[in-house]
Structures are given as structure tokens and as C-alpha cells.
């Protein structure tokens, strides 16, 4: 209760951050969550919170973490909001809550700079002079820098493959007997994170350090007495790729490269080390012209009946086998082939496993395409390990999104990662939908099967893009379906056509704000993360109901699994998904009081079909609209603001 009391007396009219922020305004329902955040830290107990946008849940779980005073882990769904925590939040919020311990941002170890990796990479033959300057770029920065984040290093791109080179992959890691061990950063951020009250850390390294502690491999993180998962709705997958595991073509290739790398430095005259690895490059290739040239995912049942993806994959393995053989002999010789041996077997191994193993609680399945493959293991439930581990390290944890409920209800959600007692709340938002925008659900759309689904849709659209000027978010289920309207609109826009994939996001964000009458293509990476406020955006346009492809292999190994469990794989696991994707998506319209715009779903089963009202209810609570005529009366005002 004490701590409750603090925590209004911060965020009420008059309060601690009234008197340090200017221009903040109280929002009672930010002042509901972060009460009965406190309350679940407190009683060390469970807390699903779903905050609409605008609630102002980053303080309402931020404030009372820190009045607590205890040890926090804030887990974000990505790298870019992590930064914003850390670079923005928390900061002003040490001050007021007058926090003394260490605030400390952490990722996983590739994040950071091997020194020993960039005096090896000096010292090896480069692609260009422009990896060779980039190099010198990372050793004038590696001299200033505190913490070897490689994302500090702005002179180069973050996807730049010249960080693969000299960042601290844990294959390479040679920390026994390392010369440059006292300069190593990945160690030295460990120990921080140990030491720090606030550790921030993203959901990818939270899920890592989940596998290794459910394989019983030790931890990569502290144990925290209050644990919060900020975007909350991505954990589940996330978790279900960690506590799974994958080999591709990329991981194959890139070891045949360090084999080939490690045996010119350490032993230059085995000979028959460099053909074996060529004949295992030469089964690579096979086993992706098996899989065929076009992009596709495929199930078990599917592989299983191609004889010749089988048999080229056994002698892959087989080559993979016997390189493990040779490279047991040649450890002794140094440590990158003593690394890559390693790796080598970790590999055969998994591949066995892939092969193999024929356990009902996972999915073996693969995705292809011309250039490269993937086989994955993937368990259809997240919710045993996580629940073992969350009550093995204990204290309160706190889950929160805009998009955690169907219809007000958490049941989907909880059951994805054990959470079954978990107290569960939700703040709708303060935003004025009624007032602030509208549903244009145009009438007469054929069903999204129809092969003119995609320009019939635009032809509806046309209107509102005309008398928006642009301004405007077209968000896809598939990228088909973008490159269909792309196609479309390269022959009839005039303005800016902005497009997923040509330029990083960021890049397309600030130029769909700064450009005039710029159109934004995208699929489901702009379905949420992506905020712009203000008249730059007044409209947003959704193709389709975000229902997973039928033939998904994961979507079919799932809804298989909850049939022999006596439910509904379409109400149980499709419909929740879909309801929670295209909340995300319509989340995209309104960011703020001052907002106003037109949210258009196409997609005609909302209205025809019986699930589409569970879907709706759980929208905003925009008026809709089915003739053109009110959608544009709302654009044309604003255009009449301007």
C-alpha cells in the first residue's frame, strides 16, 4: 500500500512529475495501471495490462518499477525502443524517483566488438578498399568507445557485413587464454548488467537466455524481483523460435567460409580439409535445387514425400559428419579451428535432431527459395518452459501491449505462455475515436479470393487518396498483394510511392513525413512500431482480415495440435491472431488528441461473415461508414484545416 500512495503522489495533479515535466497532463487511466502495477509489484504476483494507445504506459509501469526500489529487467520488443527507454525515459525519470542505482542497456553479445576479431580482421585479405576504410573506421571508434555497441559506430550501417567479421559471436569466442581479455566489452556489459537496479534488455535476449536456462547451460541475465515485457503481444513467437532451433543455408555457408578461413591461418598445408569442405558446399547447393527455385514453406509431410530433397540432405548431413571427424584432429592447431570444430558438430547435431526426432510437441517444417534454405524446429506451445522458468526466478512480472485481449478477454494470451492465474486489466484509450475518425467499409468488394480483389480495392480507395493528397498508409497481409498494387499505382500516382523493402524503415518513415503526397506500401513490419503523428497521415488502408495462410506449416501443425487437444484450431488460434494483428494495424491512425483521419478495411467477410463482429468489437470505437461520401467529408475538412 505504501508504495501506491507514492506512486499517486507522483502522478496526480500537483505530483512529482506535474512539478518536473512541462506540460504534462494527467490521464486518470495512466494512474489506474501504474496503481495496480504497484500493487502486482508489491504482492510479487502476475499482471496482464492492456493500455490503449495514449494511456501512457511506459511511465505507468516505469514509475512505480522505480519507486519500488528493487531490481528491474524491462524487456522491449525491439533494439530501437530500447534506446528510446534508455537514452529518453529513464533518465528523467531517475531524476524525480530519485533512482541511485545503475541504468544499463544490454543485448546479445554480436551486438558488441570481439578486439581480438579486429586485429585478426586487419590482418586478413578484404573484399575492397571500402571494407578496408570501414575497418579503420571501427578502430578509431573502438579506441573512444565505453561499451563496444556496435550501433554506436555510426559511420557504418548496422547491416553492414562487415560487423560479422569483428563483432563477439560466441563461435569465436575464445575467452580462455584470449590476449585481449582485459579489452573484452561483452564481459565487461555482462558485469554490469549483474550490478545495474534497471537492466534493459530487448525480447530476443530475454528468450535466449530462456532456452539456456531451460537446457540447464547457466544464464545470460540476472534474475530481477520485477520483471515487465513492454509490446508483450510478440513474446510468444519470439520464445517458440529460442526454445526451438533452425540450420540454413546462410549458418552453412558462412561456416565453410570460417573452415576455409581458420585452415589458412592455423594450418595452411591440410590440403584435404579444404576438399571436404568444397564437397560439403557442392551438397548445400543440391539440397537447394531439391527444394526448387521458387519461395515457399513447406511441411513435413511435404518434405518427407520428395526422395530427392531426402536423399540430398542425408549426404549433406553425411559430409557434415565427416567434416566434424576431420576437424576433431586438427583442434590442437589453434583456436578458430578448434572454434569452427565446434560449430561443426553443434551443427551435425542439430541436423541429426532435424532429421530424426518425431516428438507431437514440435513442428519440423522448412522454407525455401532460390538462393537459400532454412529448417526449422518449432514447439507448438511456449507455455510449460515459461511457466517453469517465470516461477523459478520469481518476484512480479508485468506484461503489457496495446493488443493482449479479444474482446476484453486474455484467455488466447494466456494460455500462449502459462500465464492461467494472472490478474488481467484494460485501459481502453483516452483518444476520442467517436469524434476523431471513421471506419469506411466500402460496400459491394468481391471476397479477397477474387484475382481483381487488389485493384478493385484501390478503385474503392481512389477517392479518399485523391482528396487526401497522399498521406497515406496502404498496409498489406502478403507482399503480393503489395507488389500487385504497386504495379498498380506506378501507373497512376503522381506523388511519392514509398515501398517496404526499397529503403530501411526509418529512412521510408522520414521521407513519407518530410515528401508531399506520399503513399507508404506496407506489409506487416509497418503493422505497428511505426508512429506519425499530425497531418501526415490521414489514412490508413488495410487490405484483408490478417488471417495466417491456411497452408502455413505452422498454422496447420498447430490448429492439427489443438484438434487432438478437443478445440477449434479457427476460434482458438486463427480468429485471436487476426483479432490481435489487425488491432496493430489499426492502432497506425491515431497517435494522438489532435489526430484525425479515416481508417479503411476493405475486407467484406467484417460484415458477411459471423466472426467478423468479434473482431469489430474489438477494434477502436470509430463510427463506420458505408458510402464514400462520409469518409470524404472527413478528409475535405481536414484538407479545408490546412
Keep these: 500500500m505504501a508504495l501506491q500512495n507514492e506512486v499517486k503522489a507522483f502522478l496526480k495533479e500537483g505530483g512529482g512529475l506535474a512539478n518536473t515535466i512541462e506540460g504534462f497532463g494527467v490521464r486518470d487511466a495512466q494512474i489506474d495501471m501504474a496503481l495496480q502495477i504497484a500493487q502486482a509489484i508489491e504482492a510479487e504476483s502476475t499482471l496482464i495490462a492492456e493500455a490503449g494507445t495514449g494511456t501512457g504506459k511506459t511511465f505507468a509501469y ?117 590476449q585481449k581479455e582485459a579489452d573484452c566489452f561483452y564481459p565487461q556489459m555482462k558485469q554490469k548488467a549483474s550490478e545495474a537496479q534497471v537492466l534493459v534488455v530487448n525480447h530476443h535476449l530475454f528468450c535466449a537466455d530462456l532456452a539456456l536456462r531451460e537446457q540447464g547451460f547457466g544464464e545470460l541475465l540476472p534474475n530481477a524481483d520485477v520483471t515487465i515485457f513492454d509490446e508483450a503481444h510478440q513474446l510468444p513467437d519470439i520464445a517458440a523460435q529460442f526454445l526451438g532451433f533452425s540450420v540454413s543455408r546462410h549458418q552453412l555457408d558462412e561456416l565453410c567460409r570460417d573452415i576455409k578461413q581458420a585452415k589458412a591461418e592455423e594450418s595452411p598445408e591440410s590440403d584435404d580439409l579444404i576438399d571436404r569442405v568444397n564437397l ?31 536423399v540430398s540432405l542425408k549426404r549433406l548431413l553425411n559430409h557434415l559428419g565427416a567434416l566434424a571427424d576431420h576437424l576433431k584432429g586438427l583442434e590442437e592447431r ?62 512480479a512480472w508485468i506484461f503489457t501491449s496495446a493488443t493482449l485481449s479479444v474482446r476484453n478477454q486474455f484467455d488466447y494470451f494466456q494460455q500462449r505462455l502459462g500465464l492461467y492465474t494472472a490478474q488481467t486489466a484494460v485501459w481502453p484509450s483516452p483518444f476520442d475515436y467517436a469524434k476523431q475518425g471513421v471506419v469506411y467499409h466500402p460496400v459491394g468488394l468481391p471476397e479477397p479470393r477474387d484475382p481483381d480483389y487488389i485493384k478493385i480495392c484501390l478503385r474503392a480507395a481512389w477517392p479518399l487518396l485523391k482528396v487526401s493528397q497522399g498521406r497515406a498508409f496502404l498496409l498489406f497481409t502478403s507482399f503480393r498483394a ?28 522520414e521521407r513519407f513525413k518530410s515528401e508531399e503526397s506520399a503513399l507508404l506500401l506496407g506489409t506487416s513490419s509497418f503493422w505497428e512500431g511505426v508512429d506519425v503523428k499530425g497531418k501526415a497521415l490521414q489514412l490508413v488502408i488495410i487490405d484483408r482480415i490478417p488471417f495466417s495462410p491456411p497452408d502455413d506449416p505452422l498454422v496447420q501443425a498447430r490448429e492439427s495440435y489443438l484438434k487432438q487437444k478437443g478445440l477449434n484450431g479457427f476460434a482458438h488460434f486463427q480468429l ?67
Design 482 to 509: 503489395l507488389g500487385e498494387a504497386q504495379a498498380i499505382l506506378q501507373k497512376h500516382w503522381s506523388g511519392p510511392l514509398l515501398v517496404q523493402g526499397e529503403a530501411p524503415k526509418n529512412l521510408l518513415l
Design 280 to 310: 560439403l558446399a557442392e551438397q548445400i547447393k543440391l539440397v537447394n535445387e531439391a527444394l526448387g527455385k521458387w519461395e515457399k514453406r513447406w511441411t513435413w509431410q511435404q518434405l518427407s514425400s520428395t526422395d530427392v530433397f531426402l
Design 576 to 642: 485471436p491472431e487476426a483479432v490481435m494483428a489487425l488491432k496493430q494495424g489499426s492502432g497506425r491512425l491515431i497517435r494522438d488528441q489532435t489526430d484525425r483521419g479515416v481508417l479503411m478495411l476493405c475486407d467484406p467477410r467484417l460484415t458477411t461473415k459471423r466472426y467478423g463482429q468479434s473482431i469489430i468489437d474489438s477494434l477502436p470505437n470509430f463510427p463506420w461508414v458505408f458510402e464514400p461520401e462520409q469518409a470524404l467529408d472527413l478528409l475535405n475538412a481536414q484538407q479545408d484545416i490546412e
Design 334 to 395: 589453434g583456436k578458430l579451428l578448434a572454434a569452427v570444430a565446434k560449430r561443426t558438430q553443434e551443427m551435425e547435431k542439430q541436423l541429426k535432431a532435424w532429421l530424426e526426432t518425431e516428438k507431437e510437441t514440435e513442428v519440423r517444417w522448412a522454407e525455401s527459395s532460390q538462393a537459400r534454405f532454412k529448417l526449422n524446429m518449432t514447439p507448438l506451445s511456449v507455455a510449460e518452459p515459461f511457466k517453469r522458468q517465470r516461477e523459478s526466478i520469481g518476484g
Design 62 to 178: 516505469l514509475i512505480p518499477a522505480l519507486l519500488s526500489g528493487k531490481k528491474i529487467i524491462v524487456s522491449t520488443a525491439t533494439k530501437t525502443l530500447q534506446q528510446q527507454l534508455v537514452d529518453k525515459d529513464l533518465p528523467l525519470l531517475k531524476k524525480v524517483c530519485g533512482l541511485k542505482g545503475q541504468i544499463v542497456l544490454f543485448k546479445g553479445r554480436e551486438n558488441y566488438l570481439c578486439s581480438q576479431r579486429l586485429a585478426l580482421a586487419e590482418t586478413q585479405e578484404q573484399n575492397n578498399k571500402s571494407d578496408w576504410q570501414k575497418l579503420s573506421d571501427i578502430r578509431d571508434w573502438s579506441d573512444k568507445t565505453k561499451t563496444g555497441d556496435l550501433a554506436e559506430c555510426v559511420q557504418i550501417e548496422e547491416s553492414d557485413p562487415i560487423w560479422r567479421k569483428v563483432c563477439a559471436r560466441l563461435e569465436f569466442c575464445q575467452a580462455v587464454g584470449c
